[in-house]
Structures are given as structure tokens and as C-alpha cells.
């Protein structure tokens, strides 16, 4: 019988067979990447900042930690950190002197669930439906999951101006969005907000001036910190607030619920619960947390 094995090598003789393998693999394509760099020290949360992206000069991250959105009947407390990142190119000869520009990952604002105190808990049937819907109805709510996660979404660019942000004037920080109501009942479509009809919150760290029932309410730009000669600005304990916003109605609830049976229905009984739509004058957002501020180029020179 004529075996077949494999020739013992040597410890020396193997070293110049592994580098000429690995020269071999280089060749095709096979090197191990290089590892992208980035933003170290006080700059490391900029990770995400475009500056790659012509113009660029300027980077932001904001964490809100804390505050609440209210709409009309119903308040949700902001208990989970909601992160906003991206960049701005600073062109004061243009109309429009800041321009947002959005992160490396294109996600400027995180998809943070909040939970919404209450729940479907408070949702029945209509009593004029015919009693069969009622029962219907009001069974999936019953034995279903009751608990809600609203999640504010983009749906649009965002505006900056930081000279508005120091100064408490108007408009520091626009955010368009729609509000994502999470739910085994609601289904994967339920919305308040779309891209035409958007939840457009414009931010101020002054006070705001509503139409009733709301009452004036005012902002903080918190306590500045500058750090790293100068080209980084972190504003710690900052409150953007609004309360001049509109919201429409909601759209897509329950669209998956029996076939679509109670498209539409669900929608306005959510409608009735939340107050929807409701006017500007009866809602209020209120963000606080840690916004920081840094020069691209420290940021690029920061980058290992």
C-alpha cells in the first residue's frame, strides 16, 4: 500500500514559504484592511461628523437626556437618551448662512422609544359602532400587549443656526418629524407626522411666545465650557424648548388588524385619545441635555 502524507518542513525552511504566501495573498486582494481613523480626546463623540463632505467646517453632537413632549392630553417624559449628530458648513455670503449636513451613517437623530404613560389602555370602541365591532374591538385591546413607544423620526433636513442658539432667539433648531406610535396592535404604520404633513418643532433656548391655552415658556443655554484652545464648545445643561407646534392627526394605525378591517377606525380612536389633531397653543417640547460644538479641522487633527 503506497501512502500518501505530507512532507515534514522544517521551522527555517517554513518563514520564507509564510512570507511568500502572504505576498501571494496582498497580490489578490486578500491584505487585511487598513483601519478607518478616528476623532480621539475631547473630540471623540464627533465620530460621526462629515468631513469629508466639501465645506464642512464645523461639527455637532447634542444629547438630550431629559424633558418631555406634550401633545394636548398627553404628556411622554423623555427617559432614554436621544442623540442628534452631524455637521454644518458655515457660508455667511449665502441666504441660508448655516447649512446642516448629515452624519457619516446618515443617522442624524437616534430612534429612541419613549414609553407612553397609559398606554391603549384608556382606547375603546366607538358606542355607535354595531355591537359585534365593539366586541371585536375591544377584545384585541383587551388581551393584547397595552403598552406604547412613540419615537420621534426625521422626515425632513434639519435647520441650525448657532447665532440664535446663544442669542434665546427664535428658530435655533428645527426639527421636522413624525411620531412613531409602537405597538402590536397599532401595527408597524401607525404615525402622527408624515414627510407632507410633518411635526415641525422650532427650538429656542429663549422664551417662546404661543397662542393660548399655552403660556410662554423659556429655554437655557445652559453652562458654556470651552475647551481645547477655543475649538471646542460644549454647552452642558442646555433646554430647547417649543410650544407653538401643531400636530395632525394620526394615520396607519391598525392597518394590519383583520385584513385592514378597522383601517381608518383605529386611527380615529387613537385620534380621540390623544387629543388629535391638535393646534398650535396646546402642545410643548422641552429637551434637556449636553451639546457639543468642535472645529472640523480639530477634529481631523484629533483623528488616529
Known amino acids: 500500500m503506497i501512502r500518501m ?27 487585511a484592511p487598513a483601519l478607518a481613523s478616528k476623532p480621539t ?10 468631513t469629508k463632505v466639501t465645506g464642512v467646517n464645523f461639527c455637532v453632537y447634542a444629547q438630550t437626556t431629559s424633558g418631555e413632549f ?44 419613549e414609553n407612553v404613560p397609559g398606554g391603549l389602555l384608556k382606547i375603546i370602541a366607538p358606542k355607535e359602532w354595531p355591537e359585534i ?26 435647520s441650525i443656526n448657532r447665532g440664535a442658539l446663544l442669542s434665546g432667539s427664535p428658530d435655533a433648531l428645527s426639527l421636522p418629524l413624525r411620531v412613531h406610535l409602537e ?26 411666545s404661543p397662542p393660548l391655552p399655552n403660556e ?33 392627526e394620526a394615520e396607519g394605525c391598525g392597518s394590519q388588524i383583520l385584513f ?10 387613537v385620534d380621540s385619545e390623544l387629543g388629535l389633531a391638535s393646534a398650535s397653543g396646546n402642545n410643548t417640547a422641552i429637551l434637556k441635555g449636553t451639546l457639543e460644538n468642535a472645529k472640523a479641522s480639530a477634529v481631523i487633527a484629533s483623528e488616529k
Not at 410662554?216 to 443655554?221: A, D, E, N
Open 41 to 50: 480626546g475631547k473630540f471623540a463623540n464627533f465620530g460621526e461628523c462629515p
Open 70 to 113: 406634550k401633545i394636548k392630553k398627553t404628556e411622554v417624559p423623555i427617559t432614554k437618551t436621544i442623540t442628534l449628530q452631524g455637521g454644518i458648513i458655515v457660508n455667511e455670503t449665502e441666504e441660508v448662512p448655516e447649512i446642516f449636513v448629515a452624519p457619516t451613517s446618515g443617522n442624524t437623530l437616534s430612534k429612541t422609544p
Open 5 to 31: 502524507g505530507i512532507p515534514h518542513v522544517g521551522g527555517r525552511a517554513m518563514a520564507p514559504l509564510l512570507a511568500v504566501a502572504a505576498m501571494s495573498l496582498a497580490v489578490l486582494g486578500f491584505a
Open 260 to 269: 385592514g378591517l378597522f383601517t381608518g377606525v383605529i386611527d380615529r380612536a
Open 216 to 248: 410662554p415658556i423659556t429655554g437655557s443655554l445652559g453652562e458654556p465650557e470651552f475647551l481645547e484652545e477655543g475649538t471646542l464648545l460644549i454647552l452642558k445643561k442646555n433646554a430647547l424648548v417649543n410650544n407653538t407646534f401643531a400636530a395632525p
Open 183 to 208: 405597538n402590536s396592535f397599532l401595527g408597524n404604520n401607525c404615525y402622527v407626522g408624515s414627510k407632507s404633513h410633518p411635526v415641525t418643532i422650532e427650538l429656542t433656548t429663549g422664551t417662546t
Open 133 to 158: 365591532l365593539q366586541i371585536i374591538f375591544n377584545e384585541f385591546i383587551s388581551k393584547g400587549v397595552t403598552g406604547v413607544n412613540a419615537t420621534a423620526e426625521l422626515v425632513g433636513p434639519v
